[in-house]
T-cell receptor, first 114, second 110 residues
Framework: SQQGEEDPQALSIQEGENATMNCSYKTSINNLQWYRQNSGRGLVHLILIRSNEREKHSGRLRVTLDTSKKSSSLLITASRAADTASYFCATDASPWGSQGNLIFGKGTKLSVKP | DAGITQSPRHKVTETGTPVTLRCHQTENHRYMYWYRQDPGHGLRLIHY???????DKGEVSDGYSVSRSKTEDFLLTLESATSSQTSVYFCATQGRETQYFGPGTRLLVL
């Protein structure tokens, strides 16, 4: 069953604008991760936020996590045409002693127009 | 990248034939995963392995089997391919906290 659900499904913006994608999930998690997928390629890890963290930054990326609402958001600031890709959230709810059974959402398709 | 390769990268096969996809990693990661990606479904876990000869089912394991005889290789077998198994298949390994993905295999079952 799908754990994470991204919103919106598709987003089209102009270069230089900010892009915000949201992810909601259903169960308690250890961490939440965001991945990026360029067309025809494999997924690439962007950023991880643990369940005891509220906000994390990495370059132009900002991730927030609200465990009370079971939701996360990914903000990409000053977007570039090269940011055009699909973005997936993935939740890790692995039981203690096991590792990395991620459940992925369906993704947000971001298009950044030059 | 964690040095993950998949072969073949593209395959066309006929319904009822067996198909084996290979994933090879050079990072000595213990955990390996097979996912399928379909429009409207995102990535769904088929099977995973937590060590040599140790495997377990994922969310969509019916019609698939896996084997792991060496740390670096994880094979996915479709015993008798069906059209519903037309998909893009991704292998991944588990690093310290995150997963590393291969480039994918595009499979078309006619």
């Amino acid at each position: 069953s799908q754990q994470g659900e991204e919103d919106p499904q598709a987003l089209s913006i102009q270069e230089g604008e900010n892009a915000t994608m949201n992810c909601s999930y259903k169960t308690s998690i250890n961490n939440l991760q965001w991945y990026r997928q360029n067309s025809g390629r494999g997924l690439v890890h962007l950023i991880l936020i643990r369940s005891n963290e509220r906000e994390k930054h990495s370059g132009r990326l900002r991730v927030t996590l609200d465990t009370s609402k079971k939701s996360s958001s990914l903000l990409i600031t000053a977007s570039r045409a090269a940011d055009t890709a699909s973005y997936f959230c993935a939740t890790d709810a692995s039981p203690w002693g096991s590792q990395g059974n991620l459940i992925f959402g369906k993704g947000t398709k971001l298009s950044v127009k030059p | 990248d964690a040095g993950i390769t998949q072969s073949p990268r593209h395959k066309v096969t006929e319904t009822g034939t067996p198909v084996t996809l290979r994933c090879h990693q050079t990072e000595n990661h213990r955990y390996m995963y097979w996912y399928r990606q379909d429009p409207g479904h995102g990535l769904r876990l088929i099977h995973y392995s937590y060590g040599v000869k140790d495997t377990d089912k994922g969310e969509v394991s019916d019609g698939y089997s896996v084997s792991r005889s060496k740390t670096e290789d994880f094979l996915l077998t479709l015993e008798s391919a069906t059209s519903s198994q037309t998909s893009v298949y991704f292998c991944a390994t588990q690093g310290r906290e995150t997963q590393y993905f291969g480039p994918g295999t595009r499979l078309l079952v006619l």
